[in-house]
């Protein structure tokens, strides 16, 4: 049974930092492409990093230089750390793994950035 669970969302001054972590189950991370996406209210789902099953990482343009993903292969985890948050980044977070017949998503976790 395929089951991923974000965590680590939650309210910071821009400026600040937070990690969010995918908790997975029933595949290996490190066998498929891993992703974050978010949504902000009133937008359309935005693809935002990607760490490919090679460990190749792909960033949005609007978090480059700011954002990392990465993998924990020994705990199955997939993380999305977040630095020099902007209010822009405001938006509900999800994490989905990508494979060939193979597609599914977190429920998604709330980031606020605000002063």
């Known amino acids: 049974q395929v089951q991923l669970v974000e965590s680590g969302g939650g309210s910071v001054q821009p400026g600040g930092s937070l990690r969010l972590t995918c908790a997975a189950s029933?595949?290996?991370?490190?066998?498929?492409?891993n992703n974050w996406y978010r949504q902000a209210p009133g937008q359309q789902r935005e693809w935002v990093a990607t760490?490919?099953?090679?460990?190749?990482?792909k960033y949005a343009d609007s978090v480059k230089g700011r954002f990392t993903i990465s993998r924990d292969d020994a705990k199955n985890l997939v993380y999305l750390q977040m630095n020099s948050l902007k209010s822009e980044d405001t938006a509900v977070y999800y994490c989905?793994?990508?494979?060939?017949?193979?597609?599914?998503w977190g429920p998604g976790t709330q980031v606020t950035v605000s002063s």
């Open positions: 989905r793994a990508f494979g060939d017949a193979f597609d599914y």
């Open positions: 029933g595949y290996i991370v490190s066998m498929y492409s």
């Open positions: 760490i490919e099953s090679g460990g190749t990482t």
